[in-house]
């Protein structure tokens, strides 16, 4: 691990630029979340209202969870931890705050536009074209910074963090255009199915090389610091990486199995999607066996503690999703509340859930004073378990119920009543996860901005 002397906490505009993001985004994200479950129980709650239509809260919900929260959380870590790990100072935080400030401009820009109905109606890819150039902006900008700080290092050996903050950044820029097809400004869309295969290559993107590769970034620098122990092999994390690269890149079409795509993409992606298991196991052997012996470390830093639970989620989804690629599986599981329910182990559970351990790691130390309170990160840290598991259970439970109801031929108006009382518990999961989110914006902003830096945390 680095050794590095610690690095002017006053300069770390970006990371704490990144950071204040993230913390303010999960709450209006998790209430158009909430707003969103409430209108599942009841639906004419918002009639006549056109900016609160369940079809235009869903998009909001879901790109501010992915580049409101999760995204500028973990990018908040990797602009803390890359210039340590290369024990260089960032290229420029004055780059930084531009696109912090940027990106915050494109968040407001996705909620005005998205509100007002401008959509492109592909989901993962609602944003309008000026929206779209926006968000690949920004993630060139942040692709600038960090690449010209891996050119001028002082470290000649690149550890695995690094590499996969490099790939997510660079990889994202790309995929995010291509999905986009932004040079398409009209419909940003291409037509019938190959449209359909380049928006799931993009969309399980998100997941794989943008989501995935920055939380696994966040736990290899974390938990062997929280541990106090060198990584557990070096080796398997490039293999980790190397295999992600590989097997990730090209299983978007699972999302596409009832649909006429040709038959040896779905094959691919099946036998890839179940091929996950090299990457995933890869990373998790290693950070699990970084920490062996060592949980009272872990359960001591309130970071570390998220972020490890975090890599528990991470199997659970894995291991889960491979199973929802086979086909005779997805015959029950597609178009129902199990893939809901899937997405928010994953998003949530595995990458929210590193996200805010990264912030509770990086906040107090950007701001040289310990958490403001170590209760309320507890509480927090239950709600969102307590909350993302709850989800799973009823979500899980509503899809089985939808599933096997279209498998019989049931009507959706016999099924809706069936799950309506998932419907209700599930919203007061939610109700929870927003009240705790506000807890967050409180106990980090304090931490971060309340008072004079006073120390450096190690
Ligand atoms: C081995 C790893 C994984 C595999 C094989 C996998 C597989 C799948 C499959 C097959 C679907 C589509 C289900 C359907 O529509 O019937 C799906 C959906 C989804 N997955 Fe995963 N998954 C994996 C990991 C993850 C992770 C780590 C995340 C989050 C970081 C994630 C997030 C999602 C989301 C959000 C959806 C919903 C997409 C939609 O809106 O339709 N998955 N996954
Ligand atoms: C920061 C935490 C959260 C994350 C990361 C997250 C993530 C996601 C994702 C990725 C989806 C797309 C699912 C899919 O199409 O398969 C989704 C949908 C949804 N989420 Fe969340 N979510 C979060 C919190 C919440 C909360 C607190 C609620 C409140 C109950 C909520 C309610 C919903 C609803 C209603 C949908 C739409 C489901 C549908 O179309 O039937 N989410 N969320």
Same mark, same amino acid.
Request: proline residues 5%.
């Given at each position: ?44 709650? $918002? ?16 790109? #501010? ?8 959380? +973990? ?12 024990? $260089? *100072? #960032? ?55 960090? #690449? ?24 994202? =820029? ?17 037509? @019938?199915? *190959? ?19 920055? =939380? ?36 978007? $079409?699972?999302?596409? &199995? ?44 309130? @970071? ?13 989804? =894995? ?7 086979? *086909? ?28 805010? @351990? ?17 209760? +309320? ?17 009823? &979500? ?19 099924? +809706? ?12 999961? @939610? ?28």
């Amino acid at each position: 691990m680095d050794s590095a002397p610690p690095l002017d906490i006053h300069k770390h505009w970006t990371a704490g630029g990144f950071c204040l993001t993230s913390i303010f985004w999960m709450s209006v994200a998790t209430f158009a979340g909430l707003l969103g479950a409430t209108e599942l129980i009841a639906p004419d709650l $918002t009639e006549g209202i056109g900016w609160l239509v369940f079809g235009r809260v869903r998009p909001i919900h879901i790109n #501010l969870v992915l580049f409101g929260f999760v995204t500028p959380g +973990l990018l908040g870590a990797a602009f803390y931890f890359v210039p340590r790990l290369l024990r $260089t *100072p #960032l290229f420029s935080e004055h780059l930084g705050l531009v696109t912090v400030v940027g990106w915050n401009a494109t968040l407001v820009a996705v909620v005005w536009t998205l509100a007002a109905g401008y959509s492109q109606g592909r989901e993962y890819a609602e944003m309008i074209w000026p929206v779209d150039i926006m968000v690949a902006g920004v993630f060139v900008l942040s692709v600038i910074n960090i #690449l010209m700080t891996v050119r001028r290092r002082k470290e000649k050996v690149l550890y695995v963090s690094v590499w996969y903050v490099c790939a997510a950044l660079v990889l994202t =820029s790309l995929t995010y255009s291509l999905g986009n097809v932004i040079w398409r400004p009209d419909s940003g869309a291409l037509a @019938g199915i *190959p449209d359909a295969i380049i928006l799931w290559f993009y969309g399980h993107n998100v997941f794989g090389l943008l989501l995935t590769p920055l =939380s696994a970034a966040a736990a290899y620098y974390i938990i062997p610091r929280a541990c106090r122990a060198p990584l557990y092999s070096h080796t398997l994390s490039l293999l980790g990486f190397w295999s992600l690269l590989v097997v990730y890149t090209h299983i978007g $079409t699972h999302h596409l &199995l009832q649909v006429p795509v040709p038959t040896w993409l779905k094959v691919v992606a099946i036998v890839d999607s179940v091929a996950m298991v090299i990457p995933v196991m890869a990373f998790l052997i290693n950070i699990w066996y970084t920490a062996r012996g060592r949980l009272g470390e872990i359960h001591a830093d309130i @970071g570390a503690k998220f972020v490890f639970t975090g890599t528990i989620m991470y199997f659970f989804v =894995s291991i889960q999703g491979s199973m929802m690629s086979l *086909p005779q599986v997805q015959r029950v599981t597609h178009f129902n509340n199990w893939v809901v329910a899937h997405a928010h182990v994953g998003v949530l559970g595995f990458a929210g859930m590193i996200a805010l @351990g990264a912030l509770y790691y990086v906040v107090p130390r950007i701001a040289g004073r310990p958490l403001y309170s170590r209760l +309320l990160a507890d509480f927090q840290y239950w709600m969102v378990l307590i909350g993302v598991t709850g989800f799973t259970i009823v &979500l899980t439970i509503a899809g089985l119920l939808q599933g096997n109801a279209w498998l019989n031929g049931e009507t959706v108006y016999r099924v +809706l009543p069936e799950i309506h009382m998932y419907y209700i518990v599930r919203a007061g999961l @939610g109700l929870m996860i927003f009240l705790s989110a506000v807890i967050g914006v409180v106990n980090l902003w304090r931490t971060l901005l309340a008072a004079k830096p006073t120390e450096v945390l190690p």
